[in-house]
């Protein structure tokens, strides 16, 4: 048996045989031409092919795996167009009288190379589109057929990686599972796999070796292993571990669609936390009531500098779109403390937990917090969008920062960009300093999120990241518990909701006590959806 290591990005057992994805192979050799103009003409047919090709897998990709991950094949088609790109094959061709295919060859490599270069994450990651653009045209000016050998059996697929293109072309039907070379969490292996509910492991390097192609294997989604030949033992205890969660699976999926009421009729809304506009299809497929935490400083943590407003508008409008009339909650930036962002030159500091972070940052760096804040805005016509602001201590900060978004209203209606002038506001209860003026709070805002994770940390004075300190850390802690309740009654006495957002909305041992203090929600991780509405309902 050989057992290799990897980063899971969907859980679950998968058991089969390997199927290392086979592209066809074609070599590009340089030759000269004597009659450029059919030279073009020829790369320009192949071209027009292609994006023939590109609209229909655009459309079978949004019956597979939504809109949102079919638009990268829009985004192929408009490579093809680009005058930059068509400009270079067109001088390779004319300048250097040669055939079409070196001439995209070489200007894929080119541009492919360039992007890659780039400190841009998003520019960095057009780098792999450009080579899978140009190799469908090359499959066509070859007359390769592209595609992979048939799958004739349900099969784990393997490879160094795969393409937009050739993941949407797979058999789904046959796919157990996914395990990749290489690629990211954010990867188009990776999407595909959380939206078809299906076990993945990625970046295995060299030790996943096309040798073992057609070996019996197992796909370990929740410690991200795979095990080539498994021996008799592990095969029996995973094929236990893969009969416990299909039975789970089953069991919660009959909840899907039913209200979260308790036996006594007590009802509480669930929604998902995501750091990530690719956890959309988990948030869905666990049947989320909305988003109650999104993070939104994962734009500015995968970033080299500081996230246009465009970038971040596109991000919240496809959120709060896909999520079709549900609750989201964006969080406004939370960089500082464990959260460090090489751009914002942030000062050493001895205690970062305590320091300069979260809100601190937005009210003292105003125009960083106003670009954020009019993305948010101009995204709120799209859905149902509610901003919240984290490490909040003081009636005068949120006062200023409604002072900041009347500006930034102002400006929109000066522009003439729509926005809905009632955005639901909320804060973070994370301080104890929070907790104490919550009733005051509550007259400011429409709603309070309980961060359990810091209000934890500043309850009990414990570094949450300092594992010496783990056997004093008790999130359980009655006074943990009291300032939770605290923050409740006083939402409650001016009319506002509450929910926790943090780490202990998830613990099942303490949603019976959550019931008993009245929190209006709970949001968790995608995957602690189905578990804690199962639970909801086994309260009295």
């Known amino acids: 048996m050989i057992t290799i290591e990897g980063k899971s990005v969907f859980g679950g057992v998968s058991i089969g045989k390997l199927m290392f994805y086979k592209r066809n192979e074609k070599v590009i050799r340089r030759t000269h031409v004597d009659d450029v103009d059919a030279e073009w003409k020829r790369f320009e047919e192949a071209k027009n092919t292609a994006i023939d090709q590109l609209k229909d897998l655009y459309d079978k990709a ?32 004319r300048t250097q009288n040669v055939n079409a295919e070196y001439a995209v060859s ?60 050739e993941t949407v072309q797979l058999d789904k039907e046959k796919v157990l599972g996914f395990a990749t070379m290489y690629g990211s969490s954010n990867s188009h292996t990776a999407i595909l796999a959380r939206t078809m509910n299906i076990p993945a492991v990625i970046g295995m390097g060299e030790a996943l070796n096309p040798k073992y192609d057609g070996e019996m294997a197992i796909i370990d989604g929740f410690t991200g292993t795979l095990y080539v030949d498994p021996d008799e033992e592990t095969l029996a205890k995973m094929q236990e571990k893969r009969a416990k969660d299909l039975e789970q699976k089953e069991l919660l999926n009959q909840l899907k669609g039913k209200e979260n009421v308790t036996k006594s009729g007590q009802k509480i809304n669930v929604y998902a936390n995501i750091g990530n506009v690719s956890d959309l299809g988990a948030v869905l ?15 500015y943590l995968e970033n080299s500098t ?37 751009y914002f030159n942030l000062a050493k500091e001895e205690n970062p937990a305590l320091g300069y972070r979260a809100i601190r940052i937005c009210l003292t760096r105003p125009e960083i917090f106003k670009t954020q804040l009019r993305a948010l805005y101009r995204a709120s016509v799209y859905g149902n969008l509610s901003i919240m602001f984290p490490m909040i201590i003081s009636v005068k900060e949120v006062r200023k920062i409604k002072e900041i978004i009347e500006e930034v209203k102002a400006e929109l209606r000066e522009e003439g960009l729509p926005f809905k002038e009632d955005v639901e506001l909320g804060i973070m209860i994370e301080t104890p300093a929070s907790v104490m003026m919550s009733r005051e709070l509550a007259k400011e805002v429409d709603f309070f999120s309980v961060g359990t994770n810091d209000l934890t940390q500043y309850t009990l004075a414990i570094d949450r990241q300092n594992l010496a300190l783990d056997e004093f850390y008790d999130p359980h802690h009655p006074a943990v518990l009291a300032m939770i309740k605290m923050a409740a009654d006083n939402a409650h006495a001016e009319g506002k909701w509450i929910g926790i957002c943090g780490e202990l909305g998830a613990d099942l041992e303490l949603t019976e006590e959550f019931l008993k203090m009245g929190l209006d929600e709970l949001s968790v991780s995608p995957a602690m959806v189905l578990p804690l509405r199962k639970k909801i309902r086994e309260c009295e």
């Open 62 to 93: 949004i019956e597979d795996v939504g809109e949102a991950n079919a638009m990268i094949f829009e985004i192929h088609q408009m490579m093809l167009d680009d005058l930059d790109y068509l400009e270079s094959i067109e001088g390779i061709i």
């Open 106 to 165: 070489t200007t894929a490599d080119n541009f492919a190379q360039m992007f890659a270069s780039m400190d841009d994450a998003y520019m960095q990651g057009r780098a792999a589109d450009v080579k899978d653009v140009s190799e469908r045209v090359l499959d066509i000016l070859c007359g390769v057929s592209n595609g992979t050998r048939e799958m004739t059996e349900p099969c784990i697929v393997a490879a160094d990686d795969l393409a937009p293109s």
């Open 285 to 299: 497929k666990n049947d989320a009531g909305g988003v109650g935490l999104f993070r939104s400083e994962f734009l």
């Open 306 to 342: 500081y996230p246009t407003e465009e970038q971040q508008f596109a991000a919240y409008k496809q959120v709060v779109e896909s999520m079709a009339g549900k609750k989201v909650i964006i969080r406004t930036l939370d960089i500082g403390a464990d959260k460090q962002v090489d």
